[in-house]
């Protein structure tokens, strides 16, 4: 079974993604409510999740500086990041792009689609 | 020239037509109108003031518009996030996954759901609107097929069309179809896939929607005809307008956000072409055959529609950074506009360019202006510009700056250049500033010993 590291600082967003990857996949969520209990759950879960999803805007640290400290931590550094963002302009996107994540997701999601759209993006093939 | 475009549809029982050629001529009466500044000492002293204006626009402009690009993108992520969770628990909720729901709590349900899509489709389009609108999303110009790119927005279409029961079809009138234009393909294929669902939703069932295209040497002509219930006459124009429907159920009940036309507008005046509704004949209200025999004919169209086309430019512009990609921009941004452009990559090759176009005179034209880039390696914008104005023959061209810089980090160079456009520049601006000095130079022209003065006095 897979298992989803869910990284947002909003709580209805983390338990709607959740329940969604839940109900229509059937995979394992773990979910943190920062940048920092994000590393800290990624290092602690045993084994590693086989994916990220993690918000763009949370305060504190965001979620491009949280991806750029798990790339320095080898145990962490191959674990595939989604960035879920609110924010769709063209710009973002491209900064996105280049911090190079395994893809981009955008809010509001579909919930009904979100685990086909992860699976897509990372040529899953459950 | 730049290419020319007609777009000419129709909802119910009407044609909205899209027209290019119209804008040239335009440009054309325009300059013909324009009449003499005067002495020389008037246009100095204008001259002088302009500069000192535009200094001041500039920077507010630029100051403005990072405020705004600010906050259209905070309001977006602000507006999406309560979404995200609401659109995530109706979702999970009205889908079964969690268990079932009775029947009228599944109503419920559905309505807060599709509002929710309602809603996320509305800040969408509103967002998409704000960015096109104040340029910040520039149109990738490509070489498209016209044929092709009809085709693919029928058959994006067919679905749609299906489930309302509706015949959708596609009609050439042009005598090959080999029609290639410069357009966005994306962004003209939204224009077209609005226009043709539009066309199916306000069709009666069993009814034909259909895409005709024509072209000629001049212009190319798209139109979307239905057989639905027509608009009246005077909302005509109005229906391009944010939020204005035909009757103001239609956005619930037809499931549009009231912005599609205005997005539609937008993109086809980006690309220099001109969109609008015509009744068609059997409405008989207005007299027109619908047919776009002559796109040239400006009356049909209304001077709202043509004002913002009214900048397009003729001449030759030199166009100087050391950054390809830059230049390829200007330059397709510049060729769109109907100028006609070179390139150079240095400050020692604009001389060289500028020299030798001047002197050669015919058969290659002259230039009319020069944008000119700051920061080059070798020879920098200054010394460049020096260099042109201290030489009699190049001293007459105007000369735009081009730079990361605002006209207050570079004294210098303000009292030397005719024009200044900080980077990152927006299209608009930029054609603007070109066009305002191109016609202070034709103003001064008539006289060429004259202007020359002018021009060395100014430095």
Redo the contacts between chains.
């Keep these: 079974m897979r298992r989803i590291l869910i990284i947002d600082d ?1 709580e ?2 983390r338990e ?2 959740a ?2 990857l839940e ?2 996949a059937g995979w394992e969520i773990v979910t943190a409510s920062s940048g920092a209990d994000g590393i800290l759950a990624a290092g602690n879960s045993k084994p590693v999740p086989d994916a990220i999803l993690m918000d763009v ?1 949370m305060p504190e640290m965001d979620g491009p500086t949280t991806f750029r400290m798990m790339q320095q931590n080898p145990e962490l550094a191959g674990i595939p990041v989604i960035l879920l963002t ?5 710009v ?1 996107q491209r900064r996105f792009a280049d911090l190079g994540v395994a893809a981009v997701l955008f ?6 689609t979100l685990a086909d759209q992860i699976c897509e993006k990372l040529g899953w093939k459950d | 020239m730049s290419f020319s475009l007609t777009i000419f549809s129709g909802l119910f029982l009407t044609c909205i037509c899209l027209l290019g050629v119209l804008a040239l001529r335009l440009a054309r009466k325009v300059r013909q109108q324009e009449r003499d500044l005067g002495g020389l000492s008037q246009t100095l002293e204008r001259s002088r003031e302009h500069a000192e204006e535009q200094k001041h626009r500039l920077a507010e402009r630029s100051d403005l518009d990072r405020a705004k690009d600010e906050f259209i993108s905070t309001v977006s992520h602000e507006l999406r996030t309560p979404l995200t969770s609401i659109r995530g628990a109706l979702g999970l909720l009205s889908s079964g996954l969690l268990g079932n729901v009775d029947a009228r709590a599944h109503n419920l349900l559905r309505i807060a759901s599709t509002n929710t899509e309602r809603l996320i489709r509305l800040i969408n389009d509103i967002l998409d609107l704000e960015r096109m609108e104040s340029g910040r999303s520039p149109v990738n110009l490509r070489r498209c097929s016209l044929v092709d790119l009809s085709r693919e927005a029928v058959e994006m279409m067919s679905a749609l069309a299906e489930a309302a029961q509706i015949r959708l079809e596609m009609n050439s009138y042009a005598a090959h179809d080999a029609i290639y234009f410069d357009a966005d393909p994306d962004r003209i294929l939204q224009v077209l896939t609005n226009l043709l669902s539009n066309a199916i939703k306000f069709s009666p069932e069993g009814s034909t929607v259909s895409l005709e295209i024509d072209a000629n040497t001049d212009a190319l002509s798209l139109k979307v005809i239905d057989r639905g219930r027509g608009i009246p006459v005077d909302k005509l124009e109005s229906i391009f307008d944010r939020f204005q429907q035909v009757e103001s159920t239609d956005s619930s009940k037809k499931g549009g956000t009231g912005l599609g036309l205005a997005i539609c507008r937008s993109i086809i005046q980006q690309h220099g072409g001109l969109i609008w509704a015509q009744p068609n004949e059997s409405w008989g209200q207005l007299d027109h055959n619908g047919a776009p025999t002559n796109p040239g004919i400006g009356d049909t169209a209304s001077p709202r529609e043509i004002a913002p086309l009214a900048e397009r430019g003729e001449g030759l512009i030199l166009v100087c950074d050391d950054d390809p990609g830059i230049r390829t921009v200007v330059r397709e941004q510049l060729r769109r506009h109907g100028y006609d452009v070179i390139e150079a990559g240095s400050g020692e090759e604009v001389i060289a360019l500028a020299n030798e176009q001047t002197m050669r005179n015919a058969p290659s034209p002259a230039i009319s202006a020069i944008l000119l880039d700051h920061y080059l390696p070798g020879l920098n914008g200054w010394e460049t510009l020096r260099q042109l104005k201290s030489s009699a023959t190049t001293a007459a061209i105007p000369v735009v700056i081009l730079s990361v810089s605002s006209p207050s980090e570079r004294p210098l160079l303000v009292g030397e250049a005719q024009g200044w456009v900080q980077k990152p520049y927006n299209e608009s601006l930029l054609l603007d500033e070109l066009g305002r000095v191109l016609k202070s130079k034709a103003g001064t022209v008539k006289d060429p010993k004259h202007n020359l003065r002018t021009s060395r006095l100014t430095a």
Excluded: Y
């Design positions: 909003e209805d967003i709607v993604a329940l969604s109900a229509t805007m609110a924010k769709v302009q063209g973002d809010k509001p999601f579909n919930p009904l």
